[in-house]
């Protein structure tokens, strides 16, 4: 089993910037695929990043490509969302999520292992 849990979220102006942290346990960590996800209100989880295990590959959705940055640090078990310029539709709570496909898919099904969400809020 591995534990996923996020942090860093928070509410924030239009146009600012958060981190956002996920840190795993209970397994070894540096053998998985990981991404983020969000959900807003009334609508599906989507796909938002995702960075193979190696760290020397990363994927974004085309609505935060440019703004978002994903990164890892396996010595401290944890995956990092640096979220810049952001926008009220940006308003989700934010997931992570491991997986063993490879590279790492955007589908929901595709991901194993979840964390429990941290709300992001962009106030305009």
């Known amino acids: 089993q591995l534990h996923l849990a996020e942090s860093g979220g928070g509410l924030v102006q239009a146009g600012g910037s958060l981190r956002l942290s996920c840190a795993a346990s209970?397994?070894?960590?540096?053998?998985?695929?990981m991404g983020w996800f969000r959900e807003a209100p009334g609508k599906e989880r989507e796909f938002v990043a995702a960075?193979?295990?190696?760290?020397?590959?990363?994927y974004y959705a085309d609505s935060v490509k440019g703004r978002f940055t994903i990164s890892r640090d396996d010595a401290l078990n944890t995956v990092y969302l640096r979220m810049n310029s952001l926008k009220p539709e940006d308003t989700a709570v934010y997931y992570c999520?491991?997986?063993?496909?490879?590279?790492?898919?955007?589908?929901?099904?595709?991901?194993?292992?979840w964390g429990q969400g941290t709300q992001v809020t962009v106030s305009s």
């Open positions: 960075i193979r295990w190696s760290g020397g590959s990363t």
């Open positions: 209970g397994r070894p960590f540096g053998s998985w695929n």
């Open positions: 999520a491991a997986t063993k496909f490879d590279p790492p898919g955007v589908l929901v099904g595709e991901y194993d292992y």
